[in-house]
């Protein structure tokens, strides 16, 4: 992995955690300074302007998947996919910078395990859009389906439309936000990040939720475990203004009325945890 | 896994034979053990659709004798209709071991269903006016191929590709399940029903019968019980989701409705297609485009979501 160190200190200055670690840190962080910037070692030189396109109409997944790959191995930054018919798994373990136009809609584990990339999808996914992304940026202009953001670590994940249930499940990090509605459990199994929902909630919102930070601007039908209500602070306010006025999600009447849901932090001790300790339970 | 799979015309008939053969073959993948359908054409007034079978796929294969033993079979089903004074106006052999017949017949249906079912190997798969219920082993196009689905018109239908996870690879545990005794009333299912055995005992201690242990048998047991004391079918399907245990998204069609119902924990997938002309629900939406080819507006029906629609 190019550009890449071990310092203790830049997570902290980046604000990515802020309570403070005793004992071991075995964490690895990318450099600034580095030649490399954010990028991995085997990532490949695309030029943003040089754009190709796939029709997948006839086309199975691995058929799909592979003209992508060709075409970033040719040095195209974007890519657009017609024709998509709702197939699954298409757009995953895309782990560089490019950017990718969907016209239409994707199937289940669409955009999973993606580092880097930014994914405009002008239709609605289904379950477990964007499961495990690290970085980058997608974008529903639909509804999508159940488990939407499983388990991100990073980057915006972004449904304009309504999402199933399970939305955020064991989420560690990066910002899921929906501009309608979401089903049950939602949040369920929190670690990290930060959950925005325009509409209303469904029940067990923040289930046994560890950590991270959820903001509803509508009704919450009820809250799971562990998970209790907080004071919605200036500087939450100003955070969701920035992010929903980027995405163009601002609600007409503001963000003063959201409610912001945290871990009571009663039901697993998580802060007095070791680092190994965290490690494993992430 | 299983996929289910339902469709809905709200303004006259359509191919809904090829169309549900369409939206089952492209969930293939979920369940590879066998398919079956039930779908629903114009009722004729005093005219009944019977289906059954009197053997499974599999005793052809291993049983001595295994055509001289349908055909014995099937000759005591011809007496005992007779005997019943059912008459037959129309006979259709769909395979060796599965039937249909058109018949007349006034009397008490669970009667003509218990006295066939008594008979060794029979089975009846289905009975309704407008009612067609096909299942066998095999993907969506084996099994339309087989029994001539392609060509068929109608309102309204349910389908299940099966991959059999709590009972038998064979055509009497493969869905849809047909409401015994009642007419026009099929079920598909997707999920694990976690108090089946339970449940299944009070019913049967009721006086219910079950043909299989397929836990979605349950379904239609329940469903039909409830119809039969004068609950509507939201009703029902509100009911069940407080009284079946377990992981599930179902679909219930009655002669002239399409229902859908989602456990508490939505942990089985539905996607929704809902438009002026028709509704089409599956467990991927790539089931749904397999009848709409452009680009439509679909969501996922959220926990304990009930939803019937008219025919």
């Not at chain 2, 005591?76 to 017949?101: C, H, I, M, P, W």
């Not at chain 2, 218990?114 to 196009?141: F, R, W, Y």
């Not at chain 2, 397929?214 to 029902?236: F, I, P, Q, R, W």
Request: hydrophobic share 35%; charged share 25%.
């Amino acid at each position: 992995m190019a550009g890449v160190n071990t310092s203790t200190d830049i997570g902290h200055e980046m604000g990515l955690h802020t309570e403070p670690l005793k004992g071991r840190d075995i964490k690895t962080m990318f450099s600034l300074e580095n030649e490399g910037g954010f990028a991995y070692a085997f990532a490949p030189d695309v030029d943003f302007n040089k754009r190709g396109s796939v029709d997948c109409e006839g086309k199975e997944a691995t058929e799909i998947n592979g003209e992508i790959r060709e075409l970033i191995k040719s040095g195209h930054g974007t890519v657009v996919l017609d024709n998509p018919g709702a197939k699954h798994s298409i757009i995953v373990g895309i782990l560089h910078r490019m950017n990718f136009i969907v016209n239409g809609s994707l199937g289940y584990f669409g955009c999973g395990l993606l580092d880097g990339p930014m994914v405009r999808i002008s239709g609605r996914v289904g379950w477990s859009f964007g499961e495990n992304m690290m970085a980058g940026v997608c974008v529903v202009e639909k509804n999508a389906g159940s488990t939407f953001g499983a388990a991100i670590r990073g980057g915006d994940l972004v449904c304009k439309g309504s999402v199933g249930s399970r939305t955020g499940i064991d989420q560690k990090g990066g910002t899921i936000l929906v501009g309608g509605d979401t089903g049950a459990f939602s949040g369920f199994m929190m670690q990290r990040g930060r959950m925005v929902v325009c509409g209303n909630a469904g029940k067990n919102l923040g289930d046994s939720m560890y950590d991270g930070t959820i903001y509803v601007g509508g009704e919450i039908k009820d809250l799971g475990v562990d998970a209790v209500p907080a004071d919605l602070t200036d500087l939450d306010k100003a955070w969701l203004t920035r992010k929903l006025t980027q995405y163009e999600m601002m609600p007409k009447s503001g963000v003063d009325h959201f409610t912001k849901i945290v871990a009571g932090k009663q039901l697993w001790s998580y802060d007095n945890l070791e680092p190994s300790e965290k490690k494993l339970v992430l | 896994m299983c996929g289910i799979a339902g469709l809905i015309h709200r303004k006259g008939k359509s191919n809904v034979g090829q169309e549900m053969t369409s939206m089952l073959q492209a969930l293939k993948h979920r369940g590879p053990d066998s398919t079956g359908f039930a779908i629903y054409g114009e009722p004729e007034k005093n005219t009944f659709i019977l289906r059954f079978k009197v053997a499974e796929q599999e005793d052809l294969d291993g049983a001595l004798k295994i055509h001289e033993e349908i055909r014995r079979r099937k000759d005591a089903v011809n007496q005992t209709l007779k005997t019943l004074g059912v008459k037959v106006s129309e006979l259709e052999d769909a395979t060796e071991y599965a039937f249909r017949y058109v018949i007349q017949y006034d009397g008490d249906m669970k009667v003509l269903a218990d006295h066939v079912e008594d008979i060794d190997g029979a089975e009846i798969l289905s009975i309704g006016s407008g009612l067609e219920l096909i299942k066998d082993l095999g993907d969506a196009s084996v099994v339309s191929g087989a029994y001539g689905l392609g060509d068929f018109t109608g309102t309204h239908g349910i389908g299940h590709t099966r991959m059999a996870t709590e009972s038998d690879v064979d055509i009497r545990s493969a869905h849809p399940y047909w409401a015994y005794p009642y007419n026009d009333i099929a079920v598909v299912h997707n999920g694990q029903i976690t108090n089946y055995w339970l449940m299944r005992r009070q019913f049967e201690r009721e006086g219910q019968r079950f043909v299989s242990n397929c836990d979605s048998e349950l379904l239609a047991v329940y469903v039909a019980t409830h119809l039969e004391k004068g609950h509507t079918l939201e009703e029902t399907l509100k009911k069940s989701i407080d009284e079946i245990d377990g992981v599930f998204t179902y679909l219930v069609t009655t002669k002239d409705e399409l229902g859908m119902a989602k456990d508490s924990m939505a942990a089985k997938p539905m996607v929704l297609y809902e438009s002026d002309d028709m509704v089409a629900l599956a467990s991927e939406e790539v089931a749904i485009r397999a009848i709409i080819p452009h680009e439509i507006d679909t969501w996922d029906p959220y926990d304990e979501e009930v939803r019937v629609w008219q025919a």
